[in-house]
Nanobody, 129 residues
Framework: QVHLVESGGGSVQAGGSLRLSCAASGYSYIQHCVAWFRQVPGKEREGVAAIDRGPGTTYYADSVKGRFTISQDNAEDTVYLQMMGLKPEDTATYYC??????????????????????WGQGTQVTVSS
C-alpha cells in the first residue's frame, strides 16, 4: 500500500518547537509536490507548507510564514516540517500528502490538497497557552 507516514507530533507550550517527519512507504515521491496539511475536528483541512521535491521550491500558508520551515532529505526520502514559535491555534492533526503527478509543481493549487494522495494517519500537535 502506498502512503506517507507522519511522525513527530506531541504536546508543547506556546512558543515551543516541534519537528514533524513525513516518510514514504511503498513508493518514492522524490519528484513530486509534497505538502503538509492540518485539520481540527469540525473545520476544513488547510494547507500549511509544500515543497517541490525536484527543484526544492517551498510554499507556506500566511499563518505559518516565518515560523515553520519545510525541508527534505532525499537520502532518507523524507520531508520535514520544523515548527517554531508554536501558538495554541496551531493545535491540529497534521498530515502530509503528495500530488500523484511527478514533476508537477505545487504552484498555487496545493493549499486545498485537491487530488493529493498517500494520506497517512496524521500526527497530533497540541499547543497549550
Amino acid at each position: 500500500q502506498v502512503h506517507l507516514v507522519e511522525s513527530g507530533g506531541g504536546s508543547v507550550q506556546a512558543g515551543g518547537s516541534l519537528r514533524l517527519s513525513c516518510a514514504a512507504s511503498g513508493y518514492s515521491y522524490i519528484q513530486h509536490c509534497v505538502a503538509w496539511f492540518r485539520q481540527v475536528p469540525g473545520k476544513e483541512r488547510e494547507g500549511v507548507a509544500a515543497i517541490d521535491r525536484g527543484p526544492g521550491t517551498t510554499y507556506y500558508a500566511d499563518s505559518v510564514k516565518g515560523r515553520f520551515t519545510i525541508s527534505q532529505d532525499n537520502a532518507e526520502d523524507t520531508v520535514y516540517l520544523q515548527m517554531m514559535g508554536l501558538k495554541p491555534e496551531d493545535t491540529a492533526t497534521y498530515y502530509c500528502a503528495a500530488h500523484p503527478d511527478s514533476y508537477r509543481l505545487c504552484g498555487d493549487s496545493w493549499y486545498g490538497g485537491t487530488d493529493f494522495t498517500g494520506w497517512g494517519q496524521g500526527t497530533q500537535v497540541t499547543v497549550s497557552s
